[in-house]
């Protein structure tokens, strides 16, 4: 029961160095979102795919890039690190956007930018 | 401005207490999600509730609409419980959830 997976755990880059965290999920949700967690700010949402083939700006979309590869994958792009972007990530999914379902996150992705 | 408070911030407990986590909101909501986040960083949803009251072994979690507040507790309080617990509604206008700053809990032997 593998849920939401997140790919790497753990990354350190260089400021301008450019990565992509992968996140896949295997529950045949429709809507897919990535977060930022940032002590004292709590969670944020970065951007988010409420169906196959959309994506949309969260409350700080900037600096990444998404990807809604299939109805499985969507991957957040960093294509110039910065310090500022040290954080930790989180993919979520959720079986449809807009309707009380539950949110299913992944492990989360420790990420450093020196 | 947060959409999502919650108080509070930090909890220490003796194992056996019971604990009351308490999470306010300012927006109209969907649903609201307690969330756990364990020491090593990965998060569990715990409940999801848009109503009434919802029970999971020793944790509750309750909601009041009208006074757009929803308490989570737990009672025979353990040490494994010793976790960051986080608040989350679901707005009612969109695709959007606000999240608390969490509550970090330690229950002590």
């Known amino acids: 029961n593998a849920g939401v997976t997140q790919t790497p755990k753990f990354q350190v880059l260089k400021t301008g160095q450019s990565m992509t965290l992968q996140c896949a999920q295997d529950m045949n949700h429709n809507s897919m979102y990535w977060y930022r967690q940032d002590p004292g700010m709590g969670l944020r949402l970065i951007y988010y795919s409420a169906s196959e083939g959309t994506t949309d700006k969260g409350e700080v979309p900037n600096g990444y890039n998404v990807s809604r590869l299939n109805k499985r994958e969507f991957s957040l792009r960093l294509e110039s690190a910065a310090p500022s972007q040290t954080s930790v990530y989180f993919c979520a999914s959720s079986a449809q956007a807009g309707i009380s379902t539950e949110a299913f996150f992944g492990q989360g992705t420790r990420l450093t930018v020196v | 401005k947060n959409e999502v408070e919650q108080s509070p911030q930090n909890l220490t407990a003796q194992e056996g207490e019971f604990i009351t986590i308490n999470c306010s909101y300012s927006?109209?909501?969907?649903?609201l999600h307690w969330l756990q986040q364990h020491p090593g960083g990965g998060i569990v949803s715990l409940f999801m509730l848009s109503s009434g009251k919802k029970k999971h072994g020793r944790l509750i979690a309750t909601i009041n609409i009208q006074e757009k507040h929803s308490s989570l507790h737990i009672t025979a309080s353990h040490p494994r419980d010793s976790a960051v617990y986080i608040c989350?509604?679901?707005?009612?206008?969109?695709?959007?959830?606000?999240f608390g700053t969490g509550t970090s809990l330690t229950v002590i032997p």
């Open positions: 927006v109209g909501i969907s649903a």
């Open positions: 989350a509604v679901r707005s009612n206008t969109g695709n959007q959830f606000y």
